[in-house]
């Protein structure tokens, strides 16, 4: 028997159709269950799935009789039983069916297939076949575009990625015409699929069309800007470029064959680092992780293994390994995060970890919780239906640990540690597989995988380097890369070296570290001058790893000639780069870097070191304020030591992109700047960072960074530090909805800024202030804050904030209910931007008065501002603001009781939003989207937003807005009561 989902549902015995029935969700449930084939599937998760919102009392003996049905239409006895069968296991339902006997899993195994095949007329033709399987989109007569972005999500990316490495195949065939052909209607369908306008662009050149390559290139990269504000990424920047030059052999970049899965949210979440180099032995270890993969699940929790041991014995390598081996089976993705257990510094408290974690699954920075349940929450909720494995890294202890556990059965969780976190297996079951140095002939097959023949030429030798080295696969490649620098020396030479080492001398808190020091003299005294002086000052670097732009600080020279010498210490095993340009240390040679800088490097080398470096953080800061900014006072900065150009791009984009490579270590670098007395820099920075926040989004993590500020300036009684700090914290305690402590930091910027005499940090701080206040709903109290903001702004010219304030009272007058009153004041607002030339600033009062108008239910009126507003979002390019007025538009349409023009606008909203990853805002537009399917009697659309709704308000919590949607909700499920 075949099972058809790729396209309408079907089943087909001996080629001929099985009619299912006319039950579209018993149609429905069949294909779900076909999708995921072997694996039983909870009841609730169906339930859930099937029903899109909440479910009816009767859902799950509905559900019992779709499968009784199901399995009499689909009797496995009527195919000599063999085939199909659906079994009920625990609480769910399981499908037991051949792989290839469903479209989907041919579709994977085919472009599995594809990727080992050399030939591109081959690879064409197997991906051909792989695409021919697809007849419409997934259950394309039984599920909704939601329960398909649940369930389709990674097929659909597939599906794409297959198509484009097929075209590719045809183009290194030579059907460049035919190739563009067919290429044509998908460029148009996905105009921001980059890689595949790259191929286009290469068939039209290729196909003698250079100046329509050039022409699409242009179409592409002002649609980007107008729709999404970026710029063409690099790849597709490179292929223009080529066909510029009229380049003879031009090939799209990243060419090849190349799957990439993707998960129901969004793009493929694939975090882990590069696996190791020259992977040896485990045998065991590697089955038994993969055996506790494949054993029953339940639906009480994801599964868990724990990977422990000392250090140096090769944890992480042996759980990069493994996950690298087995990602195909996590469809949505993999996460990474280090938990720097037994690092020099403090290990990641849990609130860090899940904020690095948030923002990976695409939640903005300043929608994470600041509380570790409530983050937590939010994390399980990210996971909750996706299959996802997380590898926790050098994880301290349990209670690390536990905050990090996704709460969903699809996912799988590997924690490394050099403890044996018994809890974890006591409590959640968490497998353990304790880790040993390696068996004597593990040890010497590393050897060889590193040295190559010499190791047969000197077996005992070899053997005797592996005993000296513990066995330990740290010590093992640290030493076999000493071996493969001196070609011509016996390995009997290294024995005698490593047992006659100097380091016995220095104190050790363990075995394997003391045997991996002796290892790692050797090394580093074979490295260049150049290269022990960088290897030594990378113990410097706050936080898991160093950019090559922060190397090039720390030895003074350009990021490129940083890259050539940090690589001679990737050869020899000293530190690994797990993602490009980026570098790492074992914590065991970290703190060997850190010792050798104490010894080797002269104090005033120390500190001109850390000086660059912060030097360095200063720099890009001081860019991405000015640049992204520009309105923001900003302190004068003037460098200790000269640093390249090349490490300070002049441009905003690539200064906003080295900084959110380092977004994870900033508060690293402020305390760090803290502890070593350089306070005044600390606070500095801690101040130019929060225009790099104000740009990327506010978040949990800047407050470590502003707390570290606050207590470098009051150190040393900086008045205006100490204002500023207040008035950031308050500003991202506003942000995340702590409305108390929020105002606590902002009056005592106030207060700071108002004994200093500057007017003008105090009118600041009141805008902020009026904000907190209104959010509190303390109308009266956030007027009076707007008030007085205006007249100072007014006193000390600065037209702008005055414009601000006027358009901020508005906004109170609107949440008060005296929307009248507002009017004139938007209005006044709307002059004075005008009088400026503030485009930004007049689409925020046109859209102001568009809201008012609405309000007074002046319907015409408002949707003539709130269109004005609209384009004038767009031509300046703010994309959430552009969101927030079509849902204004939408909600305005809603009340004229036009429902089709209202699904249009609130749609086009959601996606805007969606687009920023602003799930607060997309939660509201998903609700009013609700509200207009329920105008038009469609019950069933209006529920499958309202769950969508509630997904996201579970990542951005507000009270009054829950309030509305339970009351939406409500409406919908009981048509009587709306």
Not at 24 to 43: D, H, K, N, Q, T
Not at 389 to 408: I, T
Not at 972 to 978: E, G, L
């Given at each position: 028997?075949?099972?058809?989902?790729?396209?309408?549902?079907?089943?087909?015995?001996?080629?001929?159709?099985?009619?299912?029935?006319?039950?579209?969700?018993?149609?429905?449930?069949?294909?779900?269950?076909?999708?995921?084939?072997?694996?039983?599937?909870?009841?609730?998760?169906?339930?859930?799935?099937?029903?899109?919102?909440?479910?009816?009392?009767?859902?799950?003996?509905?559900?019992?009789?779709?499968?009784?049905?199901?399995?009499?239409?689909?009797?496995?006895?009527?195919?000599?039983?063999?085939?199909?069968?659906?079994?009920?296991?625990?609480?769910?339902?399981?499908?037991?069916?051949?792989?290839?006997?469903?479209?989907?899993?041919?579709?994977?195994?085919?472009?599995?297939?594809?990727?080992?095949?050399?030939?591109?007329?081959?690879?064409?033709?197997?991906?051909?076949?792989?695409?021919?399987?697809?007849?419409?989109?997934?259950?394309?007569?039984?599920?909704?575009?939601?329960?398909?972005?649940?369930?389709?999500?990674?097929?659909?990316?597939?599906?794409?990625?297959?198509?484009?490495?097929?075209?590719?195949?045809?183009?290194?065939?030579?059907?460049?015409?035919?190739?563009?052909?067919?290429?044509?209607?998908?460029?148009?369908?996905?105009?921001?699929?980059?890689?595949?306008?790259?191929?286009?662009?290469?068939?039209?050149?290729?196909?003698?069309?250079?100046?329509?390559?050039?022409?699409?290139?242009?179409?592409?990269?002002?649609?980007?800007?107008?729709?999404?504000?970026?710029?063409?990424?690099p790849g597709l920047r490179s292929m223009h470029e080529a066909i510029l030059r009229s380049a003879p052999h031009l090939e799209p970049a990243?060419?090849?064959?190349?799957?990439?899965?993707?998960?129901?949210?969004?793009?493929?979440?694939?975090?882990?680092?590069?696996?190791?180099?020259?992977?040896?032995?485990?045998?065991?270890?590697?089955?038994?992780?993969?055996?506790?993969?494949?054993?029953?699940?339940?639906?009480?929790?994801?599964?868990?293994?724990?990977?422990?041991?000392?250090?140096?014995?090769?944890?992480?390598?042996?759980?990069?390994?493994?996950?690298?081996?087995?990602?195909?089976?996590?469809?949505?993705?993999?996460?990474?995060?280090?938990?720097?257990?037994?690092?020099?510094?403090?290990?990641?408290?849990?609130?860090?970890?899940?904020?690095?974690?948030?923002?990976?699954?695409?939640?903005?920075?300043?929608?994470?919780?600041?509380?570790?349940?409530?983050?937590?929450?939010?994390?399980?909720?990210?996971?909750?239906?996706?299959?996802?494995?997380?590898?926790?890294?050098?994880?301290?202890?349990?209670?690390?640990?536990?905050?990090?556990?996704?709460?969903?059965?699809?996912?799988?969780?590997?924690?490394?540690?050099?403890?044996?976190?018994?809890?974890?297996?006591?409590?959640?079951?968490?497998?353990?597989?304790?880790?040993?140095?390696?068996?004597?002939?593990?040890?010497?097959?590393?050897?060889?995988?590193?040295?190559?023949?010499?190791?047969?030429?000197?077996?005992?030798?070899?053997?005797?380097?592996?005993?000296?080295?513990?066995?330990?696969?740290?010590?093992?490649?640290?030493?076999?890369?000493?071996?493969?620098?001196?070609?011509?020396?016996?390995?009997?030479?290294?024995?005698?070296?490593?047992?006659?080492?100097?380091?016995?001398?220095?104190?050790?808190?363990?075995?394997?570290?003391?045997?991996?020091?002796?290892?790692?003299?050797?090394?580093?005294?074979?490295?260049?001058?150049?290269?022990?002086?960088?290897?030594?000052?990378?113990?410097?670097?706050?936080?898991?790893?160093?950019?090559?732009?922060?190397?090039?600080?720390?030895?003074?020279?350009?990021?490129?000639?940083?890259?050539?010498?940090?690589?001679?210490?990737?050869?020899?095993?000293?530190?690994?780069?797990?993602?490009?340009?980026?570098?790492?240390?074992?914590?065991?040679?970290?703190?060997?870097?850190?010792?050798?800088?104490?010894?080797?490097?002269?104090?005033?080398?120390?500190?001109?070191?850390?000086?660059?470096?912060?030097?360095?953080?200063?720099?890009?800061?001081?860019?991405?304020?000015?640049?992204?900014?520009?309105?923001?006072?900003?302190?004068?900065?003037?460098?200790?030591?000269?640093?390249?150009?090349?490490?300070?791009?002049?441009?905003?984009?690539?200064?906003?992109?080295?900084?959110?490579?380092?977004?994870?270590?900033?508060?690293?670098?402020?305390?760090?700047?803290?502890?070593?007395?350089?306070?005044?820099?600390?606070?500095?920075?801690?101040?130019?960072?929060?225009?790099?926040?104000?740009?990327?989004?506010?978040?949990?993590?800047?407050?470590?960074?502003?707390?570290?500020?606050?207590?470098?300036?009051?150190?040393?009684?900086?008045?205006?530090?100490?204002?500023?700090?207040?008035?950031?914290?308050?500003?991202?305690?506003?942000?995340?909805?702590?409305?108390?402590?929020?105002?606590?930091?902002?009056?005592?910027?106030?207060?700071?800024?108002?004994?200093?005499?500057?007017?003008?940090?105090?009118?600041?701080?009141?805008?902020?202030?009026?904000?907190?206040?209104?959010?509190?709903?303390?109308?009266?109290?956030?007027?009076?804050?707007?008030?007085?903001?205006?007249?100072?702004?007014?006193?000390?010219?600065?037209?702008?904030?005055?414009?601000?304030?006027?358009?901020?009272?508005?906004?109170?007058?609107?949440?008060?209910?005296?929307?009248?009153?507002?009017?004139?004041?938007?209005?006044?607002?709307?002059?004075?931007?005008?009088?400026?030339?503030?485009?930004?600033?007049?689409?925020?009062?046109?859209?102001?008065?568009?809201?008012?108008?609405?309000?007074?239910?002046?319907?015409?009126?408002?949707?003539?501002?709130?269109?004005?507003?609209?384009?004038?979002?767009?031509?300046?390019?703010?994309?959430?603001?552009?969101?927030?007025?079509?849902?204004?538009?939408?909600?305005?349409?809603?009340?004229?009781?036009?429902?089709?023009?209202?699904?249009?606008?609130?749609?086009?909203?959601?996606?805007?939003?969606?687009?920023?990853?602003?799930?607060?805002?997309?939660?509201?537009?998903?609700?009013?989207?609700?509200?207009?399917?329920?105008?038009?009697?469609?019950?069933?659309?209006?529920?499958?937003?309202?769950?969508?709704?509630?997904?996201l308000r579970k990542l951005a919590p507000d009270a009054a807005e829950e309030a509305t949607l339970r009351r939406v909700t409500a409406a919908?499920?009981?048509?009587?009561?709306?």
């Open positions: 028997m075949d099972f058809l989902v790729l396209g309408p549902m079907a089943a087909l015995r001996a080629g001929h159709r099985v009619d299912l029935g006319s039950r579209r969700r018993e149609r429905c449930l069949l294909g779900l269950l076909l999708l995921e084939p072997s694996r039983a599937i909870s009841i609730d998760r169906l339930v859930g799935l099937l029903w899109e919102g909440e479910p009816p009392a009767n859902a799950r003996g509905t559900l019992s009789s779709h499968v009784s049905r199901l399995r009499g239409l689909l009797d496995p006895d009527r195919d000599g039983g063999h085939g199909f069968q659906l079994r009920t296991r625990g609480d769910g339902y399981v499908v037991d069916v051949p792989l290839e006997s469903v479209d989907a899993h041919r579709f994977r195994a085919l472009t599995e297939s594809a990727v080992t095949r050399t030939d591109p007329a081959d690879r064409s033709r197997v991906l051909a076949e792989a695409l021919g399987l697809w007849r419409g989109p997934l259950l394309a007569d039984v599920a909704s575009d939601w329960l398909r972005g649940r369930v389709g999500a990674d097929l659909a990316e597939l599906r794409l990625t297959t198509a484009e490495a097929k075209l590719d195949a045809d183009l290194a065939c030579g059907r460049h015409a035919e190739a563009a052909v067919e290429m044509a209607g998908l460029v148009a369908d996905h105009p921001f699929r980059e890689r595949l306008v790259s191929l286009f662009m290469l068939a039209l050149y290729r196909s003698g069309r250079q100046t329509d390559a050039l022409a699409l290139y242009r179409t592409v990269r002002d649609r980007l800007a107008e729709e999404l504000g970026i710029d063409p990424g990243n060419a090849g064959p190349v799957m990439v899965s993707a998960g129901p949210g969004g793009p493929a979440r694939a975090h882990l680092p590069a696996p190791p180099r020259h992977f040896t032995g485990r045998a065991a270890e590697l089955a038994g992780l993969t055996a506790t993969l494949d054993a029953e699940r339940t639906d009480h929790g994801p599964v868990i293994a724990t990977i422990v041991g000392p250090a140096g014995v090769g944890k992480t390598a042996l759980a990069l390994h493994w996950a690298t081996a087995v990602r195909a089976r996590f469809p949505d993705g993999q996460l990474y995060v280090n938990l720097r257990g037994f690092a020099m510094d403090p290990p990641t408290p849990p609130i860090e970890v899940l904020g690095q974690l948030l923002r990976a699954l695409g939640v903005p920075a300043e929608r994470i919780p600041a509380e570790v349940d409530e983050a937590a929450a939010a994390y399980r909720g990210q996971l909750a239906d996706r299959r996802m494995l997380v590898l926790l890294d050098n994880a301290f202890g349990v209670d690390q640990v536990r905050p990090l556990l996704p709460g969903g059965s699809g996912c799988a969780v590997v924690v490394t540690s050099r403890n044996r976190l018994g809890g974890l297996t006591a409590v959640e079951g968490a497998h353990r597989i304790a880790l040993s140095p390696l068996a004597i002939g593990e040890a010497a097959e590393l050897l060889r995988a590193v040295v190559g023949a010499r190791v047969d030429a000197e077996p005992g030798a070899a053997a005797e380097l592996a005993e000296a080295c513990g066995r330990l696969p740290l010590a093992l490649r640290v030493a076999a890369a000493n071996l493969t620098d001196d070609p011509m020396a016996p390995i009997r030479d290294h024995v005698s070296e490593l047992r006659h080492g100097r380091l016995n001398a220095l104190t050790v808190d363990d075995d394997s570290q003391a045997t991996v020091r002796v290892a790692l003299d050797l090394s580093y005294l074979r490295l260049t001058p150049e290269a022990r002086r960088l290897f030594r000052r990378m113990s410097l670097a706050p936080g898991a790893d160093i950019g090559v732009h922060g190397a090039g600080a720390l030895l003074g020279v350009t990021p490129a000639q940083a890259h050539r010498v940090v690589g001679s210490l990737a050869d020899a095993h000293l530190v690994d780069e797990p993602r490009p340009a980026r570098f790492t240390m074992h914590d065991l040679i970290r703190l060997y870097a850190a010792e050798r800088l104490e010894s080797d490097e002269p104090a005033a080398g120390r500190a001109e070191a850390a000086d660059r470096l912060m030097d360095w953080y200063l720099a890009i800061a001081e860019v991405a304020c000015r640049l992204g900014t520009p309105h923001r006072q900003r302190p004068s900065l003037t460098p200790r030591h000269p640093l390249d150009d090349a490490l300070v791009p002049a441009r905003l984009e690539p200064v906003l992109a080295l900084l959110d490579g380092e977004r994870s270590r900033l508060a690293a670098v402020t305390g760090s700047a803290v502890d070593r007395g350089e306070h005044r820099a600390a606070w500095n920075l801690a101040y130019l960072l929060a225009g790099y926040y104000q740009v990327r989004g506010d978040g949990l993590d800047g407050l470590a960074v502003y707390q570290h500020g606050l207590e470098a300036a009051e150190r040393i009684g900086d008045a205006f530090g100490r204002a500023a700090m207040h008035n950031s914290l308050g500003i991202t305690y506003g942000t995340l909805r702590r409305w108390a402590e929020a105002a606590d930091h902002l009056g005592q910027a106030e207060r700071y800024y108002r004994e200093m005499g500057d007017a003008d940090g105090e009118a600041r701080v009141l805008i902020n202030l009026g904000r907190v206040r209104s959010g509190q709903r303390r109308f009266d109290d956030a007027e009076r804050a707007y008030d007085r903001s205006l007249r100072l702004s007014a006193d000390i010219g600065e037209p702008r904030r005055v414009a601000h304030a006027w358009n901020n009272l508005a906004m109170v007058d609107l949440d008060a209910g005296r929307p009248a009153k507002g009017v004139q004041r938007a209005a006044r607002s709307l002059r004075q931007f005008r009088d400026q030339g503030d485009s930004y600033g007049q689409g925020m009062a046109l859209d102001t008065l568009g809201r008012l108008h609405t309000a007074l239910g002046e319907y015409d009126t408002a949707l003539t501002y709130l269109r004005q507003a609209l384009t004038a979002f767009r031509d300046s390019g703010r994309r959430e603001a552009e969101g927030e007025t079509l849902a204004n538009i939408g909600a305005t349409y809603l009340r004229l009781g036009d429902a089709g023009a209202a699904l249009e606008h609130l749609g086009s909203a959601a996606r805007c939003h969606r687009s920023v990853a602003d799930p607060h805002e997309e939660s509201i537009a998903r609700r009013l989207l609700a509200e207009a399917h329920l105008a038009r009697g469609d019950r069933e659309a209006a529920l499958s937003e309202l769950d969508a709704a509630g997904e919908a499920a009981d048509p009587s009561r709306a």
